[in-house]
């Protein structure tokens, strides 16, 4: 079975940074993309950042330029490193094991976190 954990998440002023981990288990991980999602209170999951097996990496429009995705195949964790937060970063972000990121395009599989709140106040 599959676990990812999500962690890192708090209350932070805007203009400030947060890292966010996600530690999996599985021999594969090194193998397989990973991807962050958020969900803002009332919206729909969205995404947010991933990178291949490779560290090749996508973001969203809304986050380029002020998070960095990373992986450490050695301890089975992908990084989300926050900067310049705002208040509309404000959701519960999410990591997930990726199907595919072929061509800038992330698929997302069936393996989800639980998610870790992240709060920007103004």
């Known amino acids: 079975q599959v676990q990812l954990v999500e962690s890192g998440g708090g209350l932070v002023q805007a203009g400030g940074s947060l890292r966010l981990s996600c530690a999996a288990s599985g021999s594969t991980f090194s193998t397989v993309p990973i991807g962050w999602y958020r969900r803002a209170p009332g919206n729909q999951r969205a995404f947010v950042a991933a990178?291949?097996?490779?560290?090749?990496?996508i973001y969203a429009d809304s986050v380029k330029g002020r998070f960095t995705i990373s992986r450490d195949n050695a301890k089975n964790t992908v990084y989300l490193q926050m900067n310049s937060l705002k208040p509309e970063d404000t959701a519960v972000y999410y990591c997930?094991?990726?199907?595919?990121?072929?061509?800038?395009?992330?698929?997302?599989?069936?393996?989800w976190g639980q998610g870790t709140q992240v709060t920007v106040s103004s």
């Open positions: 997930n094991i990726g199907s595919s990121l072929f061509s800038g395009v992330y698929s997302p599989g069936r393996y």
């Open positions: 990178i291949s097996s490779g560290s090749s990496t």
